[in-house]
């Protein structure tokens, strides 16, 4: 089985860099929304003089997004790679995003020195998590908050993730997931408390959006991002997705899922 290595997510974000972000799915704004909805009820939905760290740059993205809305970003990832292209998306931006380049499980940073950290998609390339988790809540300020997104494991994506990894073609090489109870036990146990669990369908699903991918790679021909509904189909989506999407239910039938965790006050 291919191993996840510091040369393997190198040459994927060079290859990245070739492309266009436009082309390439980001988190649909949900990470960003998740700290938004922090901030609305500890701040007015202020993000001005907050201090934010998103460990796993990835495009970063999300971390532009949160600098255009006032906050003090920062971005920490072990391969340049991916940290080029955060710089690349914050120039274009217009906004200063800090590069750091080092391991999220021994982060360079003092304790207590973030409002919010998160990450999206990193937790599950770690067979051991808890050196992550750790350093996360150590680098967090007292009532600061950590917002933690993985795939959930009751979902047809994990299953095929599973055929690619037995078959040594997963692009990750290798990477696990968990179930929404598993995530809110683990932060639990690390003394946070969880606030907000939350799943994401996404819009259009997996199966368009794989497609597309194969297109755009094999043949250079573009489908639309965002394909214009069937207006039923699409009405009825959003019913069904309004009414069971505010279920617990829910959170066992979506591709992705995370936490809203925050850290005790100190103690005086």
Not at 27 to 48: F, K, Q
Request: with cysteine.
């Amino acid at each position: 089985m291919r191993e996840s290595t510091p040369e393997h997510w190198q040459k994927f974000w060079e290859e990245a860099d070739n492309l266009d972000l436009d082309d390439v799915y980001g988190t649909d704004g949900r990470m960003v929304r998740e700290i938004i909805g922090i901030t609305d009820s500890t701040a007015g939905g202020d993000l001005a003089g907050k201090r934010i760290l998103e460990v796993g740059a990835g495009t970063g993205r999300d971390a532009v997004t949160l600098a255009k809305a006032g906050a003090e970003v920062l971005t920490l990832d072990y391969v340049q790679g991916s940290l080029g292209l955060t710089a690349k998306a914050a120039r274009m931006s217009g906004v200063t995003v800090a590069p750091v380049c080092g391991d999220g499980t021994v982060m360079p940073f003092a304790d207590g020195t973030f409002d919010v950290v998160f990450h999206q998609g990193l937790l599950e390339h770690f067979p051991d998590p808890w050196p992550l988790l750790r350093d996360n809540i150590r680098v967090l300020k007292p009532g600061g908050h950590l917002v933690v997104d993985v795939p959930q494991t009751f979902h047809y994506y994990t299953l095929g993730k599973k055929v690619l990894i037995a078959l040594n073609k997963w692009f990750a090489g290798w990477e696990t997931e968990f179930t929404i109870s598993e995530l809110e036990d683990m932060v639990e146990k690390e003394g946070l408390t969880v606030i907000r669990s939350f799943g994401d369908w996404m819009v259009p699903g997996l199966w368009y959006r794989a497609l597309r991918k194969v297109i755009l790679t094999r043949t250079g021909r573009k489908l639309p991002m965002h394909p214009n509904p069937i207006p039923p189909l699409a009405r009825l989506g959003e019913a069904w997705r309004g009414a069971f999407g505010r279920t617990r239910l829910s959170l066992y039938t979506t591709p992705t899922i995370g936490v809203v965790a925050r850290k005790p006050e100190a103690v005086s």
